[in-house]
């Protein structure tokens, strides 16, 4: 029998209280997203009048964290869930030289999303893309009100700022404008996904939140997120919403998106199949009311990050003291031996891929072949610098069950420019690699940096 109502836990949410996280928490500047969507539908038409006025084929989406995941899932659904207006949206939120490289940028509309609009990663990507087109009126932003960000697109006049509330979090912002202008631009029907969301009953996002922070304190904390696997990459939203939102002080919910039935002693399971584009927007709402709640359960603020500003600080400190003084990178042919050394009993393995995308079916490879050979083993696959935003926060700060596997690039594509620093885009990405792995040290993580060309070595 649970300790918690769902009934009087939901008239609280919806009340906004801030009681129901420990004190000292900032859900009072986080819990927008809430009612945002009654007034994403209202502004339903406007959206798909502005979408429509806009002559390109392909959008890049520039952000990092929550401002791109939302809308990787979007493009990812985009012909699966309706008839496809035929546009095609790339979503850039990665450091990666070779990715940059080939990024469609010159024959794009681009958005560039960043709550705080002071973000390394989109600030570098944008300075970028406007060295390869620099014509405005094929720019369009999405900030938070008064930023830099905000200021720089009026100077220079870009297609459209989209000013977002200021009290949704980026991890909870899918449905705000950062996710649904990315949407409106796919033709997507804005009206259907606020409607639905709008018509989730709270209750049974708030039983499971409950049932899944109990879970975990009950040690059985991987909560492991079954999805098809053409439905893969909305794991990672899940991943990252839930692990940046829980995994701190030493608890949390550790995500574990797959496509098979994994089951142990260790595990929570959820089963999650979207057959609608109403289906999407419901359980977008209903997965943030759940981790909302899970952070009550756990007594943890699921609205801050107290971790993943180390990392950052640490890129920075790497940078200031160019040229990078590497570290000692093992080969891909150590790894089992890491692995049989430093295991325990209710570990995770994380594979951090500081890689160029297109390597996914290879991570995924990897990573079934690590749990099947580790007895089960829950295992996570992610790009980096991308989890810094999200994932990192529950490396570092939740409880030390983590055993990081990093991959680099042997041979990094060196002279990707980013006017106005004195580093390219080859240099960043190590210099983020470095500055995680420093952190997770610092925090008496167990991690392998492995240097190779491909994956496949590991396989």
């Known amino acids: 029998m ?14 906004k209280d801030a009681t129901l996280w420990p004190e000292g928490n900032v859900s009072q500047n986080r819990l927008g997203w809430l009612d945002v969507i009654r007034e994403m539908h209202n502004e339903a038409k406007s ?22 995941l939302g809308p990787l899932v979007l493009s ?19 450091t990666s030289p070779y990715t940059v490289a080939n990024a469609p940028i010159e024959e794009a509309f681009v958005l560039v999303s960043s709550k705080s609009g002071t973000t390394l990663e989109p600030n570098d990507l944008f300075a970028h893309g406007k060295s390869r087109m620099s014509d405005f009126s094929r720019y369009a932003f999405i900030t938070d009100p008064n930023t830099e960000l905000s200021l720089l697109g009026k100077d220079l006049k870009v297609n459209k700022v989209f ?35 709008a018509e989730l009953d709270p209750e049974e996002a708030i039983v499971l939140g409950i049932d899944a922070g109990e879970a975990a304190l009950a040690g059985r904390n991987k909560l492991t997120i079954q999805v098809p696997d053409q439905q893969r990459v909305f794991g990672l939203w899940i991943e990252q919403l839930i692990a940046e939102s829980t995994g701190k002080h030493g608890t949390g919910c550790v995500p574990v998106p797959t496509s098979d039935s994994e089951q142990g002693h260790d595990r929570f399971n959820i089963d999650i199949t979207l057959k609608s ?33 180390e990392s950052k600080a640490n890129t920075n400190k790497v940078l200031a003291n160019l040229p990078i003084q590497e570290i000692d990178n093992k080969t891909p042919d150590t790894l089992d031996a890491f692995l049989k050394e430093n295991l325990r009993d209710n ?11 297109g390597s996914e079916n290879q991570l995924e490879q990897l990573r079934v072949k690590l749990r099947d050979a580790n007895n089960g083993m829950a295992v996570t696959a992610g790009y ?24 680099v690039d042997r041979t990094p594509y060196a002279g990707v420019e980013i006017p106005g620093k004195n580093y390219d885009f080859a240099t960043l990405i190590t210099a983020q690699s470095i500055g995680d792995y420093q952190s997770l040290q610092t925090h008496g993580r167990r991690v392998l940096r492995i240097e190779t060309d491909s994956v496949s070595e590991l396989l």
Not at 47 to 68: P, R
Not at 174 to 180: A, E, K, T
Not at 348 to 355: E, G, N, P, V
């Open 2 to 15: 649970s300790n918690f109502d769902p009934k009087n836990i939901k008239t609280r949410l919806l009340a």
């Open 47 to 68: 959206l798909k009048s502005w979408a429509d006025s806009i002559d390109q084929e392909t959008i890049v989406l520039i952000g990092m964290g929550g401002s791109s």
């Open 76 to 94: 990812t659904f985009a012909d699966t869930l309706k008839k496809s207006n035929g546009r095609r949206m790339v979503v850039l939120d990665t």
């Open 163 to 197: 000013s977002n509330r200021s009290d949704i979090g980026g991890r909870y912002s899918v449905l705000s404008y950062f996710g649904l202008v990315p949407a409106a631009l796919m033709g997507y029907d804005i009206e259907e996904i606020c409607e639905a969301a």
């Open 277 to 309: 584009v109403g289906d999407l927007g419901a359980q977008f709402y209903k997965l943030e009311m759940a981790t909302a709640i899970m952070g009550h359960v756990l007594n943890i603020d699921p609205f801050d990050e107290p971790n993943v500003a």
């Open 347 to 357: 570990d995770y393995i994380s594979i951090q891929a500081y890689l160029p995308y």
């Open 384 to 407: 980096g610098p991308r989890f810094l935003h999200s994932t990192g926060q529950l490396h570092k700060g939740g409880i030390n069950q983590i055993v990081a596997i990093q991959l």
